[in-house]
């Protein structure tokens, strides 16, 4: 007879996961390893589901409760509260190949609100082939993007900016001419409300 435990708690790296995807929850028992199977549960069946082995997949966005109860012991249990995310930017399997030489291939990134997320490697990785890519100064070969679950892989460079995807150069040319803050003003553009005879005019819709 397996030896039971008098409590269990469940551990994770992260406390989200992914819409459309997964995240594998584990179950320890305190203070002393014991040998006993879990039935896992879900609050929320129309937000995520969970299988026998503790691994949870994401459906819509929200948060849910996921509880771990030994078998035939539902006295010895415990739960987590985990947010359900729908990523702010996704790529998957993304790449671009010049010719034969593929300069991005299989990029999968997932990047969610209030991240900061940095990407790394050596001269020639496709760093900013990346960012050309994702901002759609390249059209990918393969792979997908999307903002918010929705694809943008087909849009041009401006309209990505318009749903919020903009970046800076590494070599920045200012406009000498210009104060700091109308050279920081100069992109804002794609947030005008207002014409030409607004703007001379000095109406309401232009201030």
């Known amino acids: ?9 469940i551990v ?6 992914d819409v ?3 995240r ?3 179950v320890v028992s305190v203070p002393e390893d014991c040998d006993f199977l879990c039935d896992w549960s879900v ?7 969970v299988d026998n082995v ?3 997949r994401g459906k819509k966005q929200g948060k849910i409760v996921v509880t771990a109860t030994v078998k035939n012991h539902p006295e010895i249990n415990a739960s987590i509260e ?3 995310l729908l990523p702010v930017l996704r790529t998957k399997h993304l790449g671009i190949s010049f010719g034969g030489l593929h300069a991005v291939k299989e990029l999968n990134l997932s990047i969610y609100e209030g991240e900061l997320v940095g990407l790394i490697g050596p001269n020639g990785a496709g760093k900013t082939t990346a960012f050309n890519l994702i901002t759609g ?10 903002l918010y679950g929705n694809s943008v892989l087909n849009k041009s460079t401006h309209e990505r900016v318009k749903l919020g995807i903009s970046r800076t150069f590494q070599n920045i040319r200012l406009f000498k001419q210009m104060t700091v803050i109308d050279n920081v003003k100069v992109a804002f553009n794609v947030n005008m409300k207002y014409n030409p005879f607004h703007g001379i005019f000095k109406t309401k819709k232009f201030w």
């Open 43 to 49: 609050d929320n069946k129309e937000l995520a589901t």
């Open 82 to 84: 985990l947010d359900v």
């Open 12 to 17: 994770t790296n992260k406390k989200y996961v």
């Open 137 to 146: 100064v390249y059209k990918a070969t393969d792979g997908s993007i999307y």
């Open 24 to 26: 594998l929850l584990d």
């Open 1 to 9: 007879m397996p030896k039971l435990p008098t409590k269990i708690e």
């Open 20 to 22: 459309n995807s997964s």
């Open 54 to 56: 503790g691994k949870v």
